[in-house]
């Protein structure tokens, strides 16, 4: 149905009443024939007042200094449409405001020619866009001058931004790598779990950091930590991810010089309880020599010096031999039958010169008749007993008891060496079998006798355990039992033996 003349007027007053914009109706003498409500709101006149005024009328005087007046009068002559033209102004008292317009041609009903100007205040849309573009810029900056590599790429994985951490680390500039897809960065086979995240982006754990090497221009690759972060539109779906890598180089760096230094530690360590660890037999061969050299007439003296100075050179050799097996060690493949008493009176013999006074020692082996004999290699064995001695002396430097004992049970003996000193604490008993671990501030120890000798004991087939209390601690070493010894007991039954 066509609208009837008085339709088409209803409707022009609803639009002129209901556009935002400002809309002033010129005829050819640039005089207003009507402006709508939201010019007359603004410009706080009425239509009566405004109606057939002229244009440098109806605008403020800081108008007069624009080219409006004359674009009107051009399109009026021309026909020609000026579309989003922007002028500003200031007026007295009044921040500056600026205004988008466009200016129609108009054939008026009487067959002259007009213009319509419609006219948008645009001053707060445009600090509005400043705003924003200085936002846009301000983090745009800061991404820049991360120091983490900030990389967005598309649900697919393509590349879309690549900031200057990842362009100094890699080589690679932004207009190179702008579209390529992000596996294709990362060294193989790790490219293939790129390629599987971005297969299950919605499932990517924005928790979650992976190690990805990455492909560089002037080098293999780096080592780098990623974290992925997915980016979401207004209805949930998944618009990209935000992948953010750690260079791990310089970390990668210090953690080997870290490692390095420990080395070097370590090593001084060793060399100091080396020293100690000789110097003490030499000491005692050095001591009996030099009575020998006084032309002792005593032969029990003069036999017990001889034993000394050997005793002395075997310890040191076998501290060597220890020191060879802990730089390489080797499987024990000839072993003989070992006297559990002959080798735990040596080992206390060789161990005495860290006795303290007051302390006393508390046999308990079986009786010569039910002797004990192990399987081993007996300088070794001496060694752990040894260095099991001397730590508890070590726990009891005002004296104190301590308790050698040693039984049979079936295919092995346990031989315990126990003191009374005051326990070792519960933070350092998982430690003590670590190697260089000590509690010894003087420097006299390695740190390196419990590993030692635990390693000796495993290699002859056994164990150590430790037990401690606040009332002392006791340590139960476990070997196995000479093999004639076992052949000769074929029913495996244990022996009943008696402690002295």
């Not at 802990?326 to 072993?335: Q, S, V």
């Not at 150590?464 to 002392?472: A, F, Q």
Request: proline share 4%; glycine share 8%.
């Amino acid at each position: 149905m066509l609208l009837t003349t008085l339709d088409y007027t209803s409707f022009f007053h609803a639009m002129m009443a209901t556009i935002p914009s400002s809309i002033l109706i010129f005829d050819e003498r640039l005089a207003v024939l009507t402006v709508n409500h939201n010019f007359l709101e603004k410009s706080r006149g009425s239509l009566e007042s405004i109606s057939g005024r002229r244009l440098h009328e109806v605008f403020p005087g800081a108008f007069r200094d624009t080219p409006l007046d004359q674009q009107i009068r051009e399109v009026v002559v021309t026909g020609r449409t000026l579309h989003r033209l922007r002028t500003s102004y200031r007026a007295p008292g009044v921040s500056l405001r600026v205004y988008s317009y466009s200016i129609c041609p108009l054939q008026l009903h009487d067959g002259s020619r007009g213009a319509i100007l419609v006219m948008d205040d645009v001053t707060d849309l445009l600090r509005l866009g400043e705003e924003v573009r200085r936002m846009q810029l301000h983090l745009a900056s800061i991404v820049d001058s991360a120091g983490d590599l900030i990389i967005s790429t598309d649900p697919r994985g393509a590349i879309m931004t690549w900031n200057m951490a990842a362009e100094k680390a890699t080589g690679f500039v932004d207009s190179e790598v702008r579209g390529v897809a992000l596996a294709d960065l990362i060294e193989e086979p790790q490219n293939l779990e790129v390629e599987a995240c971005f297969r299950g982006i919605t499932e990517i754990d924005d928790g979650r950091s992976v190690e990805w090497p990455m492909r560089c221009r002037h080098a293999d690759s780096i080592p780098v930590s990623w974290r992925l972060s997915r980016m979401t539109g207004e209805g949930g779906e998944v618009t990209g991810v935000v992948v953010v890598g750690r260079n791990l180089v310089e970390q990668r760096t210090m953690e080997a010089q870290m490692r390095q230094g420990e080395k070097l530690a370590a090593l001084g360590m060793v060399i100091g309880g080396i020293a100690h660890e000789i110097r003490s037999p030499l000491g005692v061969s050095s001591a009996a020599a030099q009575l020998m050299r006084q032309r002792i007439t005593s032969p029990p003296l003069l036999e017990d010096c001889i034993a000394r100075v050997i005793g002395g050179i075997d310890r040191a050799s076998l501290i060597v031999e220890s020191l060879l097996r802990f730089a390489r060690p080797r499987p024990i493949t000839e072993t003989t039958k070992v006297s559990v008493d002959d080798m735990l009176k040596n080992a206390l013999m060789l161990a005495s010169g860290e006795v303290a006074a007051g302390t006393t020692v508390d046999w308990r082996l079986p009786s010569e008749a039910d002797a004990l004999y192990a399987e081993g290699v007996q300088n070794l064995l001496e060694l752990v007993f040894i260095n099991l001695i001397l730590n508890a002396f070590q726990a009891m430097p005002n004296g104190g008891r301590l308790v050698i004992g040693a039984s049979r049970d079936r295919a092995e003996i346990a031989i315990t060496i126990g003191d009374t000193g005051p326990g070792i604490p519960e933070a350092h008993l998982s430690k003590i079998f670590d190697p260089f671990f000590t509690t010894r501030s003087d420097g006299r120890r390695s740190g390196l006798g419990l590993w030692v000798s635990q390693a000796i004991v495993r290699q002859h087939g056994g164990s150590v355990d430790v037990r401690t209390s606040h009332g002392g601690t006791t340590f139960v070493v476990r070997l196995p039992l000479a093999r004639t010894l076992i052949a000769a007991t074929p029913t495996g039954e244990p022996s009943h033996l008696h402690c002295g």
